[in-house]
């Protein structure tokens, strides 16, 4: 069993999305404190101003976008959405790693330096494993915080060490990212199998094994919902059975193997003819077949039930240079919007209708009107 790419790509930018929310809203504590320690906001006014509105800005908007904008554009242009997170999470990096910069070249403010530097360090750590989802992303945000102030240190041959050391951190921070990505895609990739491996189970066990149809147990679990469905919205719920005449003469002539192919190609005609994704198929055991219609007229519905005993009157299988054929008896059974009718009584109306259908004769399609219930005939 594979994965699809598209799968993964989409989980990762929901993940990576929800673990960025959360640090947008640390930025701004984090600049206050560092500004506030020993009046450094009093002496570098305009510095304080620009770096406080740029990252307040950057912080503000990512949390706006997110909140208000994101679904809106996801529904136009999904492409957009992303990158419109991508760059603005790459922005938020760039304006801290520049005022970063910035501040390991002012001369003294050692103790606001200290505060940068323990911020920044728990910045890139953080992101580093926020974006670990995507390795670019977490790569370049590290690297557009870190960067800059080591260049400017070496350029300006101050904090020669400590640019040396922010290097060396940079780099640590690039394996810890790869490795966070590894153990995330793997994780992801398990998750992600163990949900479809789960959905397969699920489908499984509604399916019938042989002819891919519905079961019995799926049926029966949808079809109080979706008569309770047609009742809210006044629409007619008709279910039709249909019984495979003689069919144990197949079986007994040709064996089973041969009856359980025929049964395949009645089940591939039945979905032939209904073929809407509202109605409900299923092999109801044997050689009986039960279909569902919740949003088709009851005359439309006979006409479908004549369609298909036309179409297994006509169906020839081959086997063994003998052709297979056999007809099919159908009962229908619908009801009154106005009228609360089990499932049950629903599909035990229908039985009865295929019992007169056999019973006059076979091949015949027999309808148990919307109104039988008060006392009118079959037809």
Not at 209 to 221: A, I, M, V
Not at 234 to 250: A, N, Q
Not at 291 to 299: E, G, K
Not at 303 to 310: D, G, K, T, Y
Request: proline share 2%; hydrophobic share 45%; with cysteine.
């Amino acid at each position: 069993m594979t994965i699809e790419t598209p799968d993964i790509d989409r989980r990762v930018v929901q993940d990576i999305k929800t673990r960025a929310f959360f640090g947008l809203l640390f930025y701004t504590p984090l600049f206050l404190v560092i500004v506030g320690a020993n009046d450094f906001y009093k002496r570098h006014s305009s510095f304080c101003v620009l770096f406080g509105t740029l990252i307040a800005g950057i912080c503000l908007f990512r949390l706006f976008y997110r909140l208000v904008l994101s679904e809106r554009v996801k529904r136009h242009s999904q492409s957009l959405d992303n990158a419109i997170f991508y760059i603005s999470a790459g922005a938020t990096g760039l304006i801290w790693g520049s005022f970063f910069a910035w501040f390991m070249v002012l001369p003294g403010e050692y103790t606001s330096k200290m505060l940068m530097i323990v911020c920044t360090a728990g910045i890139c750590a953080g992101g580093t494993v926020g974006f670990a989802p995507s390795f670019a992303l977490a790569v370049f945000f590290e690297l557009a915080v870190l960067i800059p102030a080591a260049a400017l240190m070496l350029l300006y041959r101050t904090h020669e060490p400590l640019a040396v050391l922010v290097l060396i951190y940079s780099v640590y921070l690039v394996f810890i990212a790869g490795q966070g990505n590894r153990e995330y895609r793997q994780a992801l990739k398990n998750e992600l199998l163990l949900v479809k491996k789960t959905e397969e189970l699920g489908l499984l066990a509604r399916i019938d094994s042989l002819t891919g149809l519905y079961n019995r147990r799926y049926f029966d679990e949808n079809i109080d919902r979706e008569c309770k469905k047609c009742s809210r919205v006044r629409t007619v719920p008709v279910v039709i059975i249909g019984d495979i005449d003689h069919f144990k003469k197949i079986n007994d002539q040709y064996g089973h193997l041969a009856g359980d192919e025929f049964l395949k190609l009645t089940a591939e005609v039945f979905r032939s003819v209904f073929r809407r994704d509202t109605d409900i198929v299923a092999r109801f055991g044997g050689e009986e077949f039960i279909a569902l219609l919740t949003d088709t007229p009851a005359q439309a519905a006979f006409e479908l039930a004549e369609e298909l005993r036309r179409r297994m009157s006509a169906m020839r299988m081959s086997c063994n240079g003998s052709e297979i054929s056999a007809t099919i008896s159908i009962g229908i059974a619908c009801s009154r919007p106005d009228i609360d009718e089990s499932r049950d009584t629903l599909i035990s109306r229908a039985d009865n209708a295929l019992y007169q259908a056999k019973k006059r004769g076979r091949n015949q399609t027999v309808s148990a009107s919307c109104d039988e219930a008060a006392g009118r005939q079959y037809r």
